[in-house]
């Protein structure tokens, strides 16, 4: 199976920090959204894509472990790693380096559900995704 990842780089923003200087722990899961956006486009699964399929990705679990601060001006990229499951579900896991130390800052992971456009659970794979995961991790 195809090990499906990618990575966004960032600069830590004085809107993403507090008082201290260190960045905010709420401002991580817009890290990890830019993540998600960044995989999206490198594999063909951005959330427009999805939304066109006639279904909608919702977040429904997202799960942080902080290692060591941020702060502000400080450089730092997030690498997403998609984890296979046959359940109807997107799940991804991050690390977040700090750059150019490449010290993990922070680890997690995140799952998403299919819901259809009556905002139904999916619990079979939506076709299209069916047809994505044939495409991205079959073995070759």
């Known amino acids: 199976m195809k090990l499906l990842k990618s990575e966004k780089k960032f600069d830590i923003r004085f809107s993403?920090?507090?008082s201290m200087g260190i960045v905010w722990h709420g401002s991580y899961a817009l890290y990890l959204e830019d993540a998600r956006e960044q995989f999206g486009r490198d594999y063909h699964l951005e959330y427009l894509y999805i939304f066109d399929q006639?279904?909608?990705a919702p977040l429904v679990e997202l799960h942080l472990?902080?290692?060591r601060p941020l702060r502000y001006k400080d450089s730092a990229r997030v690498e997403i790693v998609y984890r296979h499951t046959d359940a109807a579900k997107?799940?991804?896991d991050y690390k977040i380096?700090?750059?150019p130390s490449d010290d993990i800052v922070a680890t997690g992971y995140s799952v998403q559900v299919f819901l259809d456009r009556d905002f139904n659970l999916m619990w079979d794979l939506p076709p299209?995704?069916?047809q994505w995961q044939q495409k991205y991790i079959a073995e070759a």
């Open 90 to 92: 997107l799940i991804f």
């Open 128 to 130: 299209f995704f069916a």
């Open 97 to 99: 380096y700090h750059l």
């Open 54 to 56: 006639g279904y909608y």
């Open 16 to 18: 993403e920090v507090d």
């Open 65 to 67: 472990e902080y290692k």
